[in-house]
């Protein structure tokens, strides 16, 4: 039976009238496991999709990735990012080839089109096709072939879940989110990597211990610590190896100043991490999961030029804004994002808005 346990999270108006309604759910759970706050049903099993690149990441960095091939943190921000495939993130994602002696041709990510306006039409004047360097995923695969050649395995195949990296992977993701491996939900994505769904709250978890793990229970080994905090530095040092010109991620990573993380996936799955010390002195590190039930729809966007969907950074920006964990000037640098916007018709006639329509509920932990 399909699952209805999400919740109404935001609302579109014309006129006077409710026009079209978001549903979603959220977990919001610190480095111990309390879950501190959440909306729907923080037990709604659902992939990850990118949001899961900084913990699929992190054990290659936890062995030892970054020494042996002499890797900067840019290039580590990369290898977590849904990057917009612009000609800088081409030349770090080929950085990290040349040092760990992968090629392009190693990849099985793909190419797509690109979302960044002036790379398209640049591209375009060059007489160019993007390649598999300007998927957006391409600093994960990058990162995958480079670990099965550390470790001496073949990188035929390597997107296999059976290919020893991938056991890896799978292995520090179930020990991060307190989700045995046989009841990780394991799926393709749009990548062709493996791809993890696990219930908000266990998501939420890893987050919470990536961003806050001196305080994780049970304890983090010492390397794994070390390794939480290089993934952290990379994203928060670097947010335009995150995202880019055009992401969210790399907006909100940038005006937060490296208080939060921040990491988008597809069909409206969002992780947020927010810094120990950020909510008040001492104040724990908390994971955020997000999922918008519909994937985000494009077509709700704050107006009908922008092709962009624009309901989960809203919701994201109100979770942050409800925590406390933005000031108000950093809200007020955000607010083309939301928590609410005006929508617009064809003749730039505001005829509408949009605003979340959810209060975070303290709750108690799941388990």
Same mark, same amino acid.
């Given at each position: 039976?399909?699952?209805? #346990?999400?919740?109404?999270?935001?609302?579109?108006?014309?006129?006077?009238?409710?026009?079209?309604?978001?549903?979603?759910?959220?977990?919001?759970?610190?480095?111990?496991?309390?879950?501190?706050?959440?909306?729907?049903?923080?037990?709604?099993?659902?992939?990850?999709?990118?949001? !899961?690149?900084?913990?699929?990441?992190?054990?290659?960095?936890?062995? %030892?990735?970054?020494?042996?091939?002499?890797?900067?943190?840019?290039?580590?921000?990369?290898?977590? @990012?849904?990057?917009?495939? *612009?000609?800088?993130?081409?030349?770090?994602?080929?950085?990290?080839?040349?040092?760990? $002696?992968?090629?392009?041709?190693?990849?099985?990510?793909?190419?797509?089109?690109?979302?960044? %306006?002036?790379?398209?039409? !640049?591209?375009?004047? +060059?007489?160019?096709?993007?390649?598999?360097?300007?998927?957006?995923? #391409? %600093?994960?695969?990058?990162?995958?072939?480079?670990?099965?050649?550390?470790? $001496?395995?073949?990188?035929?195949?390597?997107?296999?879940?059976?290919?020893?990296?991938?056991?890896?992977?799978?292995?520090?993701?179930?020990?991060?989110?307190?989700?045995?491996?046989?009841?990780?939900?394991? %799926?393709?994505? $749009?990548?062709? /990597?493996?791809?993890?769904?696990?219930?908000?709250?266990?998501?939420?978890?890893?987050? @919470?211990?990536?961003?806050? =793990?001196?305080? /994780?229970?049970?304890?983090?080994?010492?390397? +794994?610590?070390?390794?939480?905090?290089?993934?952290?530095? !990379?994203?928060?040092?670097? =947010?335009?190896?995150?995202?880019?010109?055009?992401?969210?991620?790399?907006?909100?990573?940038?005006?937060?100043?490296?208080?939060?993380?921040?990491?988008? $996936? /597809?069909?409206?799955?969002?992780?947020?991490?927010?810094?120990?010390?950020?909510? &008040?002195?001492?104040?724990?590190?908390?994971?955020?999961?997000?999922?918008?039930?519909?994937?985000?729809?494009?077509?709700?966007?704050?107006?009908?030029?922008?092709?962009?969907?624009?309901?989960?950074?809203?919701?994201?920006?109100?979770?942050?804004?409800?925590?406390? @964990?933005?000031?108000?000037?950093?809200? &007020?640098?955000?607010?083309?994002?939301?928590?609410?916007?005006?929508?617009?018709?064809? +003749?730039?006639?505001?005829?509408?808005?949009?605003? =979340?329509?959810?209060?975070?509920?303290?709750? *108690?932990?799941?388990?």
């Amino acid at each position: 039976m399909p699952d209805y #346990s999400y919740q109404p999270i935001y609302e579109l108006t014309r006129g006077e009238i409710v026009e079209s309604i978001h549903f979603g759910a959220i977990a919001v759970v610190d480095s111990s496991g309390a879950l501190v706050a959440a909306h729907g049903d923080s037990t709604a099993v659902s992939y990850l999709r990118s949001s !899961a690149k900084p913990i699929q990441a992190l054990s290659f960095i936890e062995n %030892g990735g970054q020494a042996f091939f002499n890797l900067e943190l840019r290039e580590i921000a990369l290898m977590c @990012a849904s990057h917009s495939g *612009t000609d800088e993130h081409v030349a770090v994602v080929t950085s990290i080839q040349e040092k760990c $002696g992968v090629s392009e041709a190693d990849l099985m990510c793909g190419a797509h089109p690109i979302s960044h %306006g002036p790379t398209v039409e !640049a591209l375009r004047q +060059r007489g160019e096709k993007p390649t598999q360097n300007r998927n957006n995923c #391409s %600093g994960k695969h990058t990162g995958m072939v480079a670990y099965a050649r550390m470790l $001496g395995f073949p990188v035929e195949d390597y997107i296999n879940p059976a290919h020893p990296v991938q056991k890896i992977i799978t292995r520090t993701f179930s020990e991060m989110c307190s989700v045995p491996q046989e009841q990780i939900r394991i %799926g393709v994505d $749009g990548c062709s /990597a493996p791809n993890f769904a696990v219930p908000l709250y266990n998501a939420a978890l890893a987050i @919470a211990r990536l961003v806050d =793990p001196e305080n /994780a229970t049970p304890a983090l080994s010492a390397q +794994r610590i070390a390794a939480c905090h290089t993934i952290v530095q !990379a994203m928060t040092s670097y =947010p335009d190896m995150v995202g880019g010109p055009d992401s969210f991620d790399t907006h909100l990573i940038s005006t937060a100043h490296g208080k939060v993380l921040s990491k988008v $996936g /597809a069909e409206g799955y969002h992780i947020l991490g927010v810094l120990p010390g950020v909510l &008040a002195p001492g104040s724990p590190g908390l994971g955020i999961a997000l999922k918008i039930s519909d994937g985000d729809l494009k077509s709700h966007t704050r107006g009908v030029s922008d092709p962009r969907g624009q309901i989960r950074p809203a919701v994201a920006l109100e979770i942050l804004r409800q925590l406390g @964990a933005l000031t108000d000037p950093m809200l &007020a640098d955000l607010a083309d994002y939301g928590p609410t916007f005006p929508v617009y018709n064809w +003749r730039k006639i505001h005829v509408g808005s949009g605003h =979340p329509c959810f209060d975070l509920t303290a709750s *108690t932990n799941p388990a």
